[in-house]
């Protein structure tokens, strides 16, 4: 597995110039062009796509071909929940090399890759859209901001089947539990989805929606919940391509991009050996429900 932890931008090209994503979702170009914020005065990009839109079967395999090395294509592209995956960890960089990120409060990538198999039609329904999006949090919990939520704050929606806002609470590792207001915005072309997601900087503070983590520990098996910190800095796009071969196969990229706060693990690199098996549990999970959906 982690004779992958290469570069991530070795298997992304510079965005290309006719992403069709790149004119109707504008958080996500803001991802891809202007970059996350992970601190003060200081952001970085997101890769670009692994598979941009409108290539030949041929082209589709050369890339995936590039991104799994020596391992099976076939075996990566098989219809089945055990199929292999693909995870790169990094440390993020900034997008400015003037304005480095500040080593106590590093930024984490994290690029998954991966296949499942259904119609790309299904994503139109926002229900199991939603589940496909939060498939990873577990046994979080979460819940879509209204309109009133909104207006109370002075946010103004324009198209709310393109834009949400939803609050997810969720321990993560069992180390920090985190709560925290995404903004989310999806985008629907002939070939793909993609949603762009990420922490909005308004709800910092807020009563209600608060963006914050605490460290969990165990005290005689019990769970002790730390005091309450301030978070930010923090978002991600998923975009599912269609693949023209094999039949009926999804192309899956998720990358994210995340603050670590000293505090989380004490500076100890935690992600290595602890995200892997996360990242398979909730790429089977996903997989189950496109498997649902075939019913």
Known sequence: MFALLVAATAFAPSQPPTDPHNA????????????????????TKLPAPTMPDGLDAAKQKAIITKLIGDDSYEDFTGNSQVAPQRLILREAVSSDPKVPIDPKNPARGVDIWFVVYGDLKWLD???????????????????SLTVADLAKRKIVVADPKQERFGHIEFDFLDRVRIRATGRAAT?????????????????????????????????????????????????????????????????????IVFTEPMGWFDGANLLRSKLPPVVQSNVRSMRKEWAKMAK
């Open 24 to 43: 109707i979702n504008p958080l996500y170009k803001s991802q891809l062009d202007t970059g996350l914020p992970v601190g003060k005065d200081v952001a």
């Open 125 to 143: 329904d926002e229900k199991f859209l939603d589940r496909i999006s939060n498939s990873g949090r577990g046994e979080g919990k979460g819940t």
């Open 187 to 255: 985008s629907k072309t002939a070939d793909s989805v993609l949603v762009a997601s990420e922490i909005d900087p308004r709800f910092r503070g807020d009563a209600d929606f608060p963006n914050q983590w605490q460290s969990l520990t165990k005290d005689d098996g019990a769970v002790k919940v730390g005091a309450v910190n301030q978070w930010g800095g923090a978002g991600f796009y998923l975009k599912i391509t269609k693949l023209a071969e094999p039949a009926g196969a999804l192309f899956v990229e998720q990358h």
